[in-house]
C-alpha cells in the first residue's frame, strides 16, 4: 500500500505560481503512475495532469496545459506540480493519486486511480 500526502497549496494572486508537492511512503517500491486532479466546491473532480514512473511521459488537460508541469523525483518519492500563471479558474482542491500496473497510456478518469491523498487547497485571487 502507498500513502500519498500533498502539501504547497495556498493563498496566491492570479498570475502568481505555486508548486504542489506528493509525498509517497509505503512498504513496496513498485512503479505506478501519478495524476493530479482537482475539484472545486460543487464540482466534479477534473483531471490535471499525470506522468509515468520513469518521468518520461506526461499529459495534461488542455486548461492546463502550458501552465502547469508535472515531474517526479523518486529517489525523494515525491512527484511536484508546478502551477505558473495562475487564475482564478485554478482555486480547488488538488488531489495527487497513483495508478498501479499503469500501461503506457496516463489515465484520465479518476476511477482508474488506485490510491489517493487527502488534497492540499488551492485558492487564486484576482
Known amino acids: 500500500q502507498v500513502q500519498l500526502v500533498e502539501s504547497g497549496g495556498g493563498l496566491v494572486q492570479a498570475g502568481g505560481s505555486l508548486r504542489l508537492s506528493c509525498a509517497a511512503s509505503?512498504?513496496?517500491?513498485?512503479?505506478?503512475?501519478m495524476g493530479w486532479f482537482r475539484q472545486a466546491p460543487g464540482k466534479e473532480r477534473e483531471f490535471v495532469g499525470a506522468i509515468s514512473w520513469s518521468g518520461g511521459t506526461t499529459r495534461y488537460a488542455d486548461s492546463v496545459k502550458g501552465r502547469f508541469t508535472i515531474y517526479r523525483n523518486n529517489a525523494k518519492n515525491t512527484v511536484y506540480l508546478q502551477m505558473n500563471s495562475l487564475k482564478p479558474e485554478d482555486t480547488a482542491g488538488y488531489y495527487c493519486a497513483a495508478e498501479f500496473n499503469s500501461g503506457p497510456i496516463l489515465a484520465r478518469s479518476a476511477g482508474e486511480y488506485d490510491c489517493w491523498g487527502k488534497g492540499t487547497q488551492v485558492a487564486v485571487s484576482s
Open positions: 509505503g512498504r513496496t517500491f513498485s512503479s505506478y503512475a
